[in-house]
């Protein structure tokens, strides 16, 4: 199945209920992470991080913790947890190294950005980080359910569950990771409910808004 980005995108609704019986290869899983990777990502930091909750015990660990998504958690092939780095920061020269030893950026310019970015990022407040954390994990994650769904599964992203207690079930750091969304990733047993959205005329301005200082109608 290959879908174009427009029909992917059109395809793409939230599903609530899964077919137990089908479970992702791991490889099949590390494939589609890999490409929800290419999403853009500030300063190419890539805070992104996954947790692929598939197994038994791990659902059951945190079947009481998902509030009303325990059909999606027990029905679906996984639940992954989708979480922003808070450390990533750490990261510039680990990642600006590998694009030089790649071929895709000059040394001498390695060494300006990432002197540059040290001094910027090290002094930048932590509350500054993890929302430019989460805005990439986020774009991750749209990324990966389009590409779920080129690979024929069904996703739905999620947000109500127990943030502390998931991660402690988990045994996830809690003091470096900050929880984003869980996705719920399976084939779909039942056909998803269309839903409305906004007439694209409400909801964009061009340049300013208007004389009261709205967007859009």
Do not use: C
């Not at 692929?52 to 079947?63: F, G, L, M, Q």
């Not at 084939?187 to 269309?194: N, S």
């Amino acid at each position: 199945m290959s879908l174009t980005l427009i029909e992917a995108i059109k395809a793409r609704k939230s599903v609530k209920e899964f077919d137990a019986a089908v479970k992702i290869p791991q490889s099949e899983m590390m494939e589609m992470l890999e490409l929800a990777t290419e999403a853009p990502s500030s300063v190419n930091l890539q805070p992104w991080r996954f947790v692929v909750v598939e197994s038994d015990e791990a659902k059951e660990a945190i079947k009481d913790l998902v509030r009303f998504n325990t059909r999606q958690l027990e029905t679906s092939s996984a639940f992954i947890l989708v979480l922003s780095d808070h450390t990533h920061i750490h990261d510039i020269e680990k990642v600006y190294g590998k694009s030089v030893e790649l071929g895709y950026m000059p040394e001498e310019v390695m060494t300006t950005n990432v002197a540059a970015l040290k001094g910027a990022l090290m002094n930048a407040p932590d509350s500054y980080i993890q929302m430019q954390g989460m805005m990439d994990a986020n774009l991750a994650a749209m990324q990966f359910m389009l590409i779920a769904k080129d690979y024929g599964y069904d996703t739905n992203p999620i947000g109500g569950f127990e943030r502390d207690e998931v991660m402690d079930a988990l045994s996830i750091n809690k003091e470096r990771y900050v929880p984003v969304m869980f996705i719920a990733i399976g084939k779909g047993i039942k056909e998803p409910y269309d839903s409305s959205r906004h007439e694209i005329e409400e909801i964009v301005a061009y340049n300013y808004g208007d004389a009261d200082g709205n967007i859009g109608k």
